[in-house]
Structure formats: C-alpha cells, structure tokens
C-alpha cells in the first residue's frame, strides 16, 4: 500500500521559516515525480512545487519561486518543501502527493494524496 | 496563465444525475482528472485522461472533455457523494486546479 506521511508543519511568525517533510512508502520511490500541493482555509487547491524522481528538474508556482525549495532525498524515501521567507497567504495545509502514470496514459495525476500537515503564519 | 472555471455549486437529489463543469480555452486539447475531497479529508483521485477511472472508483463515476468544457458526470448520485470536485490540467510542467465545486445531495 502507498503511504505518504507529511510532517513539519506549525506555527511560524511572517518572515520565518519552515521545512516540510513527506515520508513515502510501499513503492520505488525513485521512479516517481512527486509533487506539493497547498490548501488554504476554505479555500481551493493550488499547485505548489513538483520534482522529478531523480531530483534533477524541479518546478515551482510563481506564488512561492525564489522563497519556496523541493527536493527528495531516494535513499531516505522522503519528499522535502523548504519554505523561507513566509507570508500570510502562505498559510494552508499542504499536501504531498505522488505523480502516478495509469495504462497507456502519457499524463500524470496525483494519486494518492498524504494527509496533510499545517502551516500557520503569525502577523 | 491557464485558467480552468468551475461552478462554485452543484445540487442534485439522491438517485438522480449530477453533472459538473470545467471550462478552459482549448481544454478539449488537454487531459483532465477530478478529484473528489470529503470534508477533513484528502482529495482522491476518481477521473483521469479525461474519461478513466482508477481501480475501486465506482461506475457511476464518469468524465467527459470536448472543446472548452469537461465533465464529471455522476449517476445515481448517492448521500456519500456530497463532496467538494476540483478539476485538473496540466499547462506545461505546472498543475492547474480548477477553483472546485461543492456538490449538495439533498
């Protein structure tokens, strides 16, 4: 069964800092482009930051580019989101997810989806 | 940048069809999914590449995309369906969420 497990996740005064980790299990985590996704209080979803399984191309939105880092460490199966220079509007629960390929499709989907973890910042 | 509109709500009675929309420029040219998310919950994957669905989604559960409009159609809608639908696109290398549409079963 695929496990993502997100952590890291409180309450961080603006302008501060906060390292996220998703802990991924029940597959080769190394094959798989992994992907963060952010939910704010009753609001939407919005596409954070996705990685390539190798970890050599990354992708950011331009809402967190240049504050916001992903990378992957395969040996420890884990996702990271280093987020600096934090707003109020990045406040949300966030969300990794593993990019899975179906059949014959040449499209990923996110699926499945950890539980989530918490980030509030502080004015 | 990519935009996908969605009805903010949707209602239906029990048993019958319901059906939301996700409109974009040209999305016919793009492949869709839905994900369906429950209140606390994470979202589920339960349409990809338009029309798909993955194992243990139920049949009712189905997808269409044609020209500027894509939709998960649900059949004999069911109490447990009430959830929120986000649909998705990708644009390039980027993720794009429709805004979401919260389905009322009443």
């Known amino acids: 069964e695929v496990l993502l497990l997100e952590s890291g996740g409180g309450l961080v005064p603006q302008g501060g800092s906060l390292r996220l980790s998703c802990a991924a299990s029940g597959f080769s985590f190394s094959r798989y482009p992994m992907t963060w996704v952010r939910q704010g209080p009753g609001k939407g979803l919005e596409w954070v930051s996705g990685i390539s399984g190798d970890g050599s191309s990354t992708f950011y939105a331009d809402s967190v580019e240049g504050r916001f880092t992903i990378s992957r460490d395969n040996y420890k199966n884990v996702l990271y989101l280093q987020m600096n220079s934090l707003r109020a509007e990045d406040a949300a629960v966030y969300y990794c997810?593993?990019?899975?390929?179906?059949?014959?499709?040449?499209?990923?989907?996110?699926?499945?989806w950890g539980q989530g973890t918490l980030v509030t910042v502080s004015s | 940048s990519y935009e996908l509109t969605q009805p903010p709500s949707v209602s239906v009675s029990p048993g019958q069809t319901a059906s939301i929309t996700c409109s974009g420029d040209?999305?016919?040219?793009?492949?869709v999914g839905w994900y369906q998310q429950r209140p606390g919950q994470s979202p589920v994957l339960v349409i990809y590449q338009d029309d798909k669905r993955p194992s243990g989604i139920p049949e009712r559960f189905s997808g269409s995309n044609s020209g500027n409009t894509a939709t998960l159609t649900i059949s004999g809608t069911q109490p447990l369906d009430e959830s929120h639908y986000f649909c998705?696109?990708?644009?390039?290398?980027?993720?794009?969420f429709g805004g979401g549409t919260k389905l009322t079963v009443l």
């Open positions: 998705q696109a990708w644009d390039t290398s980027t993720v794009i």
């Open positions: 997810a593993k990019e899975t390929r179906y059949g014959s499709s040449t499209t990923d989907w996110l699926d499945p």
């Open positions: 040209g999305l016919g040219d793009k492949y």
